[in-house]
């Protein structure tokens, strides 16, 4: 059973680009959400999609926005990279009514130059 | 005052201590508490999760929760240096709140 996978692994963008990361959520999962990580701290929610829908959203702005397709999988697309940008960023999925076990992916590691 | 709390570390331990990881915070409202264990260049693991106050067991691996004082820990007997990691607690009302992780080293 493959659990989460994100791609790419690794991406290299320039200020005022925009990239599109990918997720596919763990077998069963119907729920997913978004993190971006900088270096030393935690992870920090973005927000979340049920039923091709976000339902909630941490304080990132319009920048991010995000999809989430019938087969449960979804995009993260960010416009107009900044430096600060510069994180990595992961997936995880879950049950609707289970959020509190996530199971995560190996996430996208995002450059912004 | 940041929501949740946590002393990145380093915490150096040698093999076979008892390690003690701790997190504060300060929403009453939480009710989920979680513990995740991420590797370097690797997404966080789920360890293990608790709801409301209370303790749990999970091999070598112990969560307690005190509401009252808004105080989380997680204790790793007979630790191994494949312990040596960084912990992250999280919680949750409705969003989940991580904390800043604490690297944790076990010397052999």
């Known amino acids: 059973d493959a659990g989460v996978t994100q791609s790419p692994t690794h991406l290299i963008k320039t200020r005022g680009q925009q990239v599109t990361l990918r997720c596919s959520p763990k077998s069963g999962h119907d729920t997913v959400s978004w993190y971006q990580q900088a270096l030393g701290q935690g992870p920090q929610f973005i927000f979340q999609?049920?039923?091709?829908?976000?339902?909630q959203r941490g304080n990132f702005p319009d920048r991010f926005s995000g999809h989430q397709f019938p087969n449960y999988s979804s995009e993260l697309n960010v416009n107009a990279l900044l430096l600060g940008d510069s994180a990595l960023y992961l997936c995880a999925s879950s049950l609707s009514d289970s959020q509190e076990t996530q199971y995560f992916g190996p996430g996208t590691r995002l450059l912004v130059l | 005052q940041k929501e949740v709390e946590q002393d990145p570390g380093p915490l150096s331990v040698p093999e076979g201590a008892i390690v003690s990881l701790n997190c504060t915070y300060s929403n009453s409202a939480f009710q989920y508490f979680m513990w995740y264990r991420q590797y370097s260049r690797k997404g966080p693991e789920l360890l293990m999760y608790t709801y409301s106050s209370g303790n749990k067991e999970d091999g070598r691996f112990t969560a307690q929760v005190d509401k009252s004082s808004k105080y989380i820990s997680l204790f790793i007997r007979d630790s191994q240096p494949s312990d040596s990691a960084t912990y992250l607690c999280a919680m949750s009302e409705d969003k989940i709140i991580f904390g800043k992780g604490t690297r944790l080293h076990i010397l052999p």
């Open positions: 999609y049920y039923e091709e829908e976000e339902r």
